[in-house]
């Protein structure tokens, strides 16, 4: 434990963050994050994110996913315990509800009865979890935090990121959908992150 951060994570890297009982409290919800080596989104590098690496505008943030495991098996591969004498506990909040977290910090998590490693794929959909369909403003994928949605063919687009195991130098294959073209008219970011154009200009025109 305690081999890497969320600050310090390289492209490529996987980090197993912390742990957390599930609300039968029988298993553990395990939450990874992985620095991803290129946005899903984006077949080639583009130079003006290196260019404006310094502005957090256009710095990428890991991509995070959960997945559940017992105690006994957690023990097993991390040899993590996830009693209640484990005195690195913390208190925490998901929503609205009290929790009890245990920060890991695990560099690239290894499964060493496979020999693999656990990594994040994102699978993207335009069919929504029942979840997603009663959160669309939350679940729909967008251009920033708060910025336009993107489609698919007119179709809301949702990100799905899944652990997966894989070996040491294996490539993840995302599943992504072609975003549609922008509607002309429609005004853009003050900054665009694909171009690096500084614009409030409409689009299209």
């Known amino acids: 434990m305690k081999s890497g951060s969320l600050d310090t994570i390289k492209p490529g890297q996987c980090l197993l963050v912390n742990c957390r009982p599930t ?9 990874f994050a992985e620095q991803m080596a290129t946005s899903p989104s984006r077949l080639t590098m583009s130079a003006v994110g290196t260019l404006n690496s310094d502005d957090p ?3 990428q ?3 995070r996913a959960w997945t559940t495991a017992t105690p006994k098996r957690m023990m097993e591969l991390f040899g993590v315990d996830v009693s209640d004498q484990n005195p690195n ?7 609205d509800r009290d929790v009890k977290i245990l920060p890991l910090d695990i ?3 290894y499964h060493a009865e496979l020999d693999k490693y656990f990594r994040i794929q994102i699978r993207e959909t335009v069919d929504p979890t029942e979840w997603q369909a009663e959160n669309v403003e939350r679940a729909a994928k967008r251009k920033g935090a708060n910025g336009d949605y993107i489609t698919h063919k007119s179709f809301y687009i949702f990100s799905n990121p899944t652990v997966v195991l894989a070996e040491e ?3 993840i294959e995302h599943i992504t959908l072609e975003p549609d073209a922008a509607t002309p008219g429609k005004e853009t970011e003050k900054v665009n992150v ?4 500084i614009t409030d200009q409409t689009m299209g025109i």
């Open 194 to 197: 694909e171009t690096g154009e």
């Open 61 to 63: 943030k890991p991509r």
């Open 89 to 95: 506990w913390t208190d925490g909040k998901i929503g």
């Open 107 to 109: 560099l690239n998590p």
């Open 23 to 31: 609300m039968t409290g029988d298993k553990m919800y395990l939450e």
């Open 57 to 59: 505008r256009f710095q």
């Open 169 to 171: 130098d294996e490539t």
